[in-house]
């Protein structure tokens, strides 16, 4: 017994175009020092707001600053290339001020281009009642902002040529940066960029780094051209980790001209077993801070009030595949089902995270419903109207782990699948599996990405007509369900959701003489892809 196909097929398919992919890096981050009275303790606040964020890598202010005023670092040319050095999505600068009505913090988040993202002011009557508040509301305001910022373009290690001595050192300098320039490896610094991290005073290996962290470079050369008509170039690679040397590349020519068509040739040749080891210097992070008023709430989600709703709504398409094993007679119909369309509508609704955070605003109620539309059974020439369906209700517990978030389902539900064919001589069993179901599940978040995985298991107390006299009367029954999907948030808080749910029933017939058929056991599965929007109620 099969399916009949039908033309709205494609549309479905079209539900199923494209994955969301999870992995997303870091949002890297500086707060600055704030001018003004008290300023210490708020940007303390501030530090501690973030640091609390999955998600979120704090760069350290002191390294940020060291490498500001290595460049001098007022142009806004050369302030794009210090974010791009340390890979920052925003940096945080504000002021404190003080008045007869109390204290405020103007608080502004730069782009990578330095350009304002957002502005946010906030007050109160004390330096204690203005931290509590940045402790209380500063994410909710900045954090949608600092998600949504976009690190700095660039992918390729960067490569800076120091300086080169010797004879025709400025010919051989520029012929080695129109090699460089073509490279696929690497992305040459540019010379006004190296001249403004003061490369040529580049002597050590302490010097070397600093440059390397100033220009986010991972490899940096420096070199000596011998000769005056016959040419012999020795570069020396260094490690921008650390500026430690790495090796030398030695090219030579009876001529300018020859020794530049060695470079041409043969540079990267031996230039990139060499470069391989190299690194980037990592940014220091920030470092912690510990004076938050007594009274004031914790700064990381797991203790401020989560997300109280959430809700998803999808379409897909699903497959059905009944089969029997050990049917004595060969008296059995299986049961093929192709792409049948279904949509489902699913919540949890946490209700003490509209007042509180902790233990009790991470217990909830979980339903969910999902329903086949479009569905017809067809047999000997005959189609037959068919009904698919399940629900679930339960409860729900969620851990909150950083970025990660575990869960514990336990509830129970339904799920029927019926065909209405001739009620005396019935072509196939119809099911309505009543299950107890306990469940596992896990969510991982990284900026606007999220990727999660369910399982459950279904004790199955009563499977319908299939497990009545008519069919198996004896038959044993238990599932389970395994899914995983993933989403990327269009805007904060709204989702565009990919997945697939897979569903198997297994059955013992346990048959006796008599029965009115005799088969050794069945499988039911089924299985569904699945694409939609998810939404969640802002928690803190």
Not at 32 to 48: E, H, K, Q, T, W
Not at 128 to 146: F, N, S, Y
Not at 184 to 189: M, P, R, S, T
Not at 441 to 454: I, K
Request: charged content about 20%; proline content about 6%.
């Amino acid at each position: 017994m099969t399916r009949k196909p039908r033309l709205w097929v494609a549309v479905v398919l079209a539900l199923l175009l494209g994955t969301v992919c999870a992995g997303a890096t870091p949002t890297r981050a500086v707060v600055r020092d704030l001018p003004g009275d008290d300023a210490p303790s708020v940007r303390n606040a501030l530090v501690r707001m973030l640091s609390g964020q999955s998600g979120i890598q704090l760069v350290s202010r002191a390294h940020f600053e060291k490498l500001a005023k290595h460049l001098g670092a007022k142009d806004p040319s050369v302030k794009k290339a210090l974010h791009r050095a340390l890979g920052l999505s925003v940096v945080i600068e504000g002021e404190v001020e003080q008045s007869d009505a109390g204290v405020s913090v103007t608080v502004r988040v730069l782009g990578t281009d330095g350009e304002v993202l957002e502005s946010q002011e906030l007050s109160a009557k004390t330096q204690r009642e203005l931290v509590k508040k940045i402790d209380r509301e500063g994410w909710k305001l900045l954090g949608p902002t600092i998600e949504e910022a976009t690190p700095p373009k660039g992918s390729k290690p960067r490569l800076v040529v120091l300086a080169l001595s010797g004879a025709k050192a400025a010919q051989v300098h520029a012929t080695l940066a129109k090699a460089l320039a073509k490279s696929a490896d690497f992305e040459l610094v540019s010379d006004a960029e190296t001249e403004a991290a003061h490369a040529g005073d580049a002597k050590q290996p302490k010097a070397r780094a600093l440059v390397a962290a100033a220009l986010g470079a991972s490899v940096l050369l420096s070199g000596d051209v011998q000769g005056t008509r016959a040419l012999k170039l020795t570069l020396a690679v260094h490690n921008g980790k650390n500026g430690d040397d790495l090796g030398e590349v030695k090219l030579e020519g009876a001529t300018l001209a020859l020794l530049e068509r060695a470079i041409a040739g043969d540079l990267m040749k031996k230039l990139a077993p060499l470069a391989a080891g190299a690194e980037r210097p990592i940014p220091p992070g920030e470092e912690p801070v510990d004076d938050a008023p007594d009274d004031a709430p914790a700064p990381s989600r797991a203790a401020s009030r989560p997300a109280p709703l959430e809700a998803a709504l999808t379409l897909g398409a699903g497959t059905r595949n009944y089969r029997y094993s050990d049917d004595l007679f060969a008296a059995l119909r299986a049961y093929k089902m192709g792409p049948t369309p279904a949509a489902t509508l699913a919540a949890r609704w946490y209700p003490a995270a509209h007042f509180t955070g902790g233990f009790a605003a991470n217990l909830g109620l979980a339903v969910a419903y999902e329903r086949a539309f479009l569905l017809q059974s067809e047999a000997n020439g005959e189609t037959y109207d068919t009904r698919a369906q399940q629900w679930l209700v339960g409860v729900h517990g969620r851990l909150p782990v950083g970025a990660l978030e575990l869960g514990v389902d336990l509830g129970l539900g339904a799920h029927a699948f019926e065909v209405d064919d001739d009620a005396k001589q019935p072509l196939v069993p119809s099911v309505d599996y009543r299950f107890l179901r306990a469940g596992l599940d896990a969510r991982y978040r990284s900026g606007s990405f999220l990727v999660g995985a369910a399982f459950g298991y279904r004790h199955v107390t009563d499977a319908g007509e299939v497990a009545s006299d008519a069919w198996f009367p004896r038959a044993d029954v238990a599932g389970l369900d395994l899914g995983a999907h993933a989403g990327y948030a269009v805007i904060p808080r709204v989702y565009l959701l990919a997945g697939a749910l897979y569903r198997r029933y297994w059955f013992s017939m346990n048959p006796e003489p008599g029965d009115p058929f005799v088969a050794g056991g069945a499988l039911d599965s089924y299985l569904t892809g699945w694409a939609g929007i998810g939404w969640e109620l802002a928690g803190d």
